[in-house]
């Protein structure tokens, strides 16, 4: 019986022992760490997902959680939202969940904009609640970054009033953090019927001393919400999960938005599990720095400079329109970032393994020499 396998006797203590005699269970076994290259072909540095994929013990939950797929995930939500609580030092009454934090994203949207109630976002940055709020009917405006690539916060601030302003903290796709100092002063002084969301997708990654997490000052703010997501260090983006943390009133609001029972089984599993394990993270920093160091170098060696990065992707300097670039790659089997039309010649590339990005630099290499 190996770890990732799943007993009778697992399913009898679960089920109950006559439930687990009438039913016949399938084992189910999870590869480790799929080579994805190996499977399609292709080298996928397009999306900012973690080549490693989920833990160990996460994989190991989730064939566990089988057994509880016919019940609505109640307690699992529970034990997911307690856990998430502790870790952030809030209550649970303060957590909201998502079916990825794309979800958190448009229940925002939905919550906080609308006709009369703008968007404000940097230009560029993570488009998706752009398009939830322009859906909604509200008037977004794009304010660009800042010669370091950090969010205009006065501006921003300034489009945004009686609306929602989406701060992208780590910056996809600029991989740029806007500074502590500047956040912390913007988010104490901005107006009360301003709403703030401070996407923090790419937190684990950010090592600067001049970056920090805001879900300390929601106790002191009710218009202030962070949306983290387990997509990114805990490598589950396909199995969609990602929460909100604000103050009790705020999330309410939120909640009124979003569908009942939106995260599934395998996926709540799979996220109170990744919390537990002590690795995960710190290994995931290392290995994600290590290559992304290395893929750097590559570059400049090459003559192309990077956007210093915070995050598990950089985006560099082409020298020349992406576009072309993206395209000859694609031809290679390798897939990189699309164009992000206020920086056409820039190139935004995930973070994989070593051997992947190893494949990158000998494609690229090959296109741009051409
Ligand atoms: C900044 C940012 N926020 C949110 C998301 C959505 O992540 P998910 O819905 O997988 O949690 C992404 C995905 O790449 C992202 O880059």
Redo the contacts with the bound molecule.
Sequence with gaps: MSNSTISRRRFAQILGVGAAAAVVRPTITFARSPAPAAVTGVIRLS??ENPYGPSAGALQAMNEAFALAWRYPDEANERLIGAIAKLNGVAPEEVLL??????I?KVCAEAFTGPGRPLAAADP??E?ILNYSTARGAQVDKVPLTQTFAHDLPKLGGAAARGLVYI?NP??PTASITPKAALRDFVGNAPTDTMILV?E??FHFADSPDYESVIPLVKDHANLIV?R????IYGM?GL???YAIAQKQTIAKLREQEMWDSVNCMALAAATASLDDPEQVPAGQHRNKETRDFTVAQLETMGFKSIPSQANFIMFDTKRPVVPLIAALKQRNVQVGRLFPALPNHMRLTIGKRSEMEAFLSAFRAVAQA
Excluded: I, P, Q, V
Excluded at 98 to 103: K, Q, T, V
């Design positions: 999306a900012n998502g079916d990825g934090s794309s979800e994203l940055t993570f998706a992208c910056n996809n996407d997708a790419y949306a997501t387990f997509s990114k983006a969609r999960c990602g």
